[in-house]
């Protein structure tokens, strides 16, 4: 049996800032450890990865709806679609980040967390193309117009030791 994940502290603390007002988009969701958590909230969810096998277990979660996609691919798959909320964790593409957040709806808000550098020396990801470097993901809200509501970055223990920065931001009504 598969050991199951629980879901981001980080998340989990700042979820609730999330408008029900329109979708949820969990971005790169892996087995869905946040769509459950939000859909568990009451959210509409759209949970996305590239992994149909991970998805699977989603795909009969009430209020949970599943998209296998290239988030890598060079035209972006969601193009014209709009969400209340954007949470990703463990996953950076840096190429479709601006496009991303202008995906907010006014009052959306985004969780983002996921590895910096200096995880080199807990494991993987260890390629600096994949770890954020310190501030950044500061600068990529304020470049896309949203109001930084809280942010953490450095050494964390749980749920594995990792270098680790994380923010919640806002499109500003």
Known sequence: MPQIIPASPWVERYCQRIPQT????DLACGSGRHSRLLAGLGYQVLAVDRDQE???????????VVQ???????????????F?????????????????????????VLIYET???GNEAY???????????????????KTAGLRELAF?????ATPWPAMRQAIVAERVI
Do not use: C
């Not at 991970?54 to 009430?62: K, T």
């Not at 479709?96 to 995906?103: E, K, M, S, V």
């Not at 494991?123 to 809200?141: D, M, T």
């Open 22 to 25: 329109a979708t949820v988009l």
């Open 54 to 64: 991970a998805l699977a277990g989603l795909r009969e979660v009430p209020g949970v």
């Open 68 to 82: 296998a996609l290239d988030l890598e691919a060079a035209s972006w798959p969601l193009a014209g679609e709009r």
């Open 84 to 108: 209340a909320g954007i949470v990703i964790t463990n996953y950076l593409w840096r190429p479709h980040l601006p496009t991303l957040l202008a995906q907010l709806t006014a009052g959306g």
């Open 115 to 117: 590895f910096m550098l």
């Open 123 to 141: 494991g993987k990801p260890s390629n600096p193309e994949f770890l954020l470097r310190s501030g950044e993901l500061r600068q990529i809200v």
């Open 152 to 156: 953490a970055e450095g050494y964390t």
